[in-house]
T-cell receptor
Framework: DVKVTQSSRYLVKRTGEKVFLECVQD?????MFWYRQDPGLGLRLIYF???????EKGDIPEGYSVSREKKERFSLILESASTNQTSMYLC??????????????FGQGTRLTVV | AQKVTQAQTEISVVEKEDVTLDCVYE???????LFWYKQPPSGELVFLIR??????QNEISGRYSWNFQKSTSSFNFTITASQVVDSAVYFC?????????????FGGGTRVLVKP
């Protein structure tokens, strides 16, 4: 079974803190994604990576950065947390592109509260 | 740019009723993939189906069925004889064929509440 594991289920951080959200997948997938989920807005893509050390901005990258030093690990960084970054964060991974596109597998989510 | 719209934000039904979730998408690509995911109260998204743009055949899997109509850019999902365990948020998503990393664009989700 594919497993995508996020390091924390719940996090509470203070405004201005630097926050790291970690995600690990065990299926050798090339592609990894970070989404945030807010009520009524669905899932919005923050950043994604299709190879080690490669990263692409998604739809809402402002205030975030990412790191992918190893294929199995994709980290989301909030450089200076703000209250409007309070949200559910979901990591996902998938394999291939184009015709080799597979479905994405998701982690359990990290509910981040910034106070 | 690709876009997915789920106009229904919440649907409430009584057990054993059928429920249909609407999904309308926009894309400039002629080749793309469509997906449905379920998010139960536990939070983890569960993959339900993937359909490529060349395959317009409807699909049935147990109580679930999907109606893909390219002419109206819709990919609707029906749960037949709903059960309480079907209560969840359901997301429709689109992935363009040429998109690097096959990133998914999601709709806003439809919350389904099945009452006993």
């Amino acid at each position: 079974d594919v497993k995508v594991t996020q390091s924390s289920r719940y996090l509470v951080k203070r405004t201005g803190e630097k926050v790291f959200l970690e995600c690990v997948q065990d299926m050798d997938h090339e592609n990894m994604f970070w989404y945030r989920q807010d009520p009524g807005l669905g899932l919005r893509l923050i950043y994604f990576s299709y190879d080690v050390k490669m990263k692409e901005k998604g739809d809402i990258p402002e205030g975030y950065s990412v790191s992918r030093e190893k294929k199995e690990r994709f980290s989301l960084i909030l450089e200076s947390a703000s209250t409007n970054q309070t949200s559910m964060y979901l990591c996902a991974s998938s394999s291939g592109t184009g015709v080799l596109n597979t479905e994405a597998f998701f982690g359990q989510g990290t509910r981040l509260t910034v106070v | 740019a690709q876009k997915v719209t789920q106009a229904q934000t919440e649907i409430s039904v009584v057990e054993k009723e059928d429920v249909t979730l609407d999904c309308v998408y926009e894309t400039r690509d002629t080749t793309y993939y469509l997906f449905w995911y379920k998010q139960p109260p536990s939070g983890e998204l569960v993959f339900l189906i993937r359909r490529n743009s060349f395959d317009e055949q409807n699909e049935i899997s147990g109580r679930y069925s999907w109606n893909f109509q390219k002419s109206t850019s819709s990919f609707n999902f029906t749960i037949t004889a709903s059960q309480v365990v079907d209560s969840a948020v359901y997301f429709c998503a689109l992935s363009e064929y040429e998109a690097a990393g096959n990133k998914l664009t999601f709709g806003g989700g439809t919350r389904v509440l099945v009452k006993p």
